[in-house]
């Protein structure tokens, strides 16, 4: 689908550094402060790096085909309009409506994590039980948090995407220099033996820690959907979204290592926020640890913020093309941005906090599962486009089509077999699924209502 040119629908004002921020700031969210421990005791430290490194590949695989696609069509929806070129509008629906519920899925679940977050540097925070939802409790100072973050990120957005990436910058800021803290402290205070056993045991560790790095890396794709944002020559476009995910791949592997040089597998096991435990041990500081901790905090509000971003622009593509109500499609006369897509996201993370934790997570869970039907579509768009329109224009042409496409296609595949019932990571039944199929049934009256238009 060429989407049609509308004189500056947005501002084009994103350079490198700014893309970089950006999909690099998606990326690295809470998970490095809190699962840093985790992956390191199921996998072992080298074993850590294995999985990442593994998972690293299967993701740039994946997005090389988004490079050369963004690059050829650097249109706002990304993916919507690279399948619709190419599928046609039922597969490219049924690919942006999943991706769409990835990425409001993270927004909701930052809004519970920021205060959860916030309660380890500040335990005061609570002030006094509202209800339970499936064991987990609905605090009311964490719901406050919670609430008036999201209005916050809300209003950012709203401005324009250039303030969205101020705060950005800010926060990476915050979380660069708390991961040179802890790296340094590691080469400097680190213990090699610490970092024993280098590959855990049983060896399939690795293999559960690789099934979670698709969910890791999740965010690159938000280049793609702030394309027409962004004032670079196409093929850069392309080469800065690679660029993205070896730094990520590079970021968790280096906070993984310095994890294992920092505490030993007793320490570990008793800890629950290692990385902040781990910068605490190699400084003799608990300043150290709270740095790291208030990285991780930077780091959820860089992830929340690039998936305001880009589940707005996938709601305006799919308003623009008559697959949801027309208002999805406004641009703000002022700062030229899809405000009514990033208010109604701001809305629902406001109420995120209300139910709970335990019913977020499913959604993280079942959102993850709907991202890699994503990846599955784009690759396969990729190939379906070199056969059918040789001659597009391609900017940042990758060498060896078939091969990248056929690969990233195969590892799409595989990563979504790792969420079936026969995997030992599989979709939770029937709550995860539920969430899955409510979605899908939504999506498909929808897609009825969009259908009776067309013939209509």
């Not at 070896?246 to 990385?275: K, P, Q, R």
């Amino acid at each position: 689908m060429e989407v049609s040119e509308k004189t500056h629908r947005f501002a084009r004002v994103l350079k490198g550094r700014e893309v970089i921020t950006l999909a690099f700031g998606a990326m690295i969210g809470w998970s490095w402060v809190l699962m840093t421990g985790f992956w390191v005791q199921t996998a072992g430290s080298l074993g850590t790096l294995i999985a990442f490194a593994a998972g690293g590949i299967a993701i740039l695989l994946i997005g090389l085909t988004y490079s050369e696609l963004v690059s050829a069509m650097p249109k706002a929806g990304g993916e919507h309009v690279y399948t619709h070129r190419a599928l046609g509008p039922t597969w490219s629906f049924v690919c942006t409506w999943a991706l769409l519920f990835a990425y409001v899925n993270v927004c909701l679940f930052e809004a519970v994590a920021l205060p959860t977050a916030i309660e380890y540097l500040v335990p005061s925070i609570r002030l006094g039980t509202l209800w339970s939802i499936l064991d987990a409790d609905v605090d009311l100072g964490f719901v406050l948090i919670g609430a008036v973050s999201a209005i916050i990120v809300t209003w950012v957005n709203v401005l324009g995407i250039k303030t969205a990436v101020r705060l950005q910058s800010a926060a990476i800021g915050l979380i660069f220099f708390s991961g040179v803290l802890l790296v340094t402290g590691a080469i400097a205070f680190g213990e090699a033996g610490n970092a024993v056993p280098w590959i855990a045991s049983p060896v399939t560790g690795i293999l559960s820690v690789l099934i979670m790095v698709p969910a890791m890396l999740v965010g690159f794709d938000v280049i793609p959907q702030s394309a027409e944002e962004i004032d670079l020559e196409p093929a850069r476009i392309g080469r800065l979204l690679m660029i993205s995910v070896f730094m990520a791949v590079a970021w968790y592997g280096c906070i993984s290592f310095a994890v294992a040089f920092g505490l030993n597998s007793t320490e570990l096991a008793a800890s629950t926020m290692a990385t902040g435990d781990a910068a605490t041990s190699l400084w003799g500081s608990p300043v150290a640890g709270t740095l790291l901790v208030l990285g991780g905090v930077a780091g959820i509000v860089t992830s929340w913020n690039a998936f305001v971003i880009g589940g707005s622009r996938v709601l305006f593509a799919l308003a623009e093309a008559g697959f949801v109500p027309e208002p999805f499609a406004r641009i703000h006369p002022r700062y030229r941005t899809p405000y009514v897509g990033i208010i109604a996201i701001g809305v629902l993370s406001s109420l995120a906090p209300l139910f709970g934790r335990t019913l977020l997570v499913w959604l993280i869970d079942a959102g993850s599962f709907a991202v890699v039907v994503a990846y599955f579509f784009v690759p396969l768009a990729f190939l379906v486009l070199r056969r059918k329109e040789p001659d597009m224009v391609r900017p940042f042409r990758i060498r060896h089509p078939r091969i990248v496409g056929i690969s990233a296609v195969v590892l799409a595949i595989a990563l979504l077999s790792a969420y079936m019932p026969w995997s030992p990571s599989a979709l939770i039944w029937p709550y995860e699924w539920a969430m899955l199929l409510t979605w899908a049934v939504l999506g498909g009256l929808l897609f009825l209502r969009y259908r009776a238009k067309q013939t209509g």
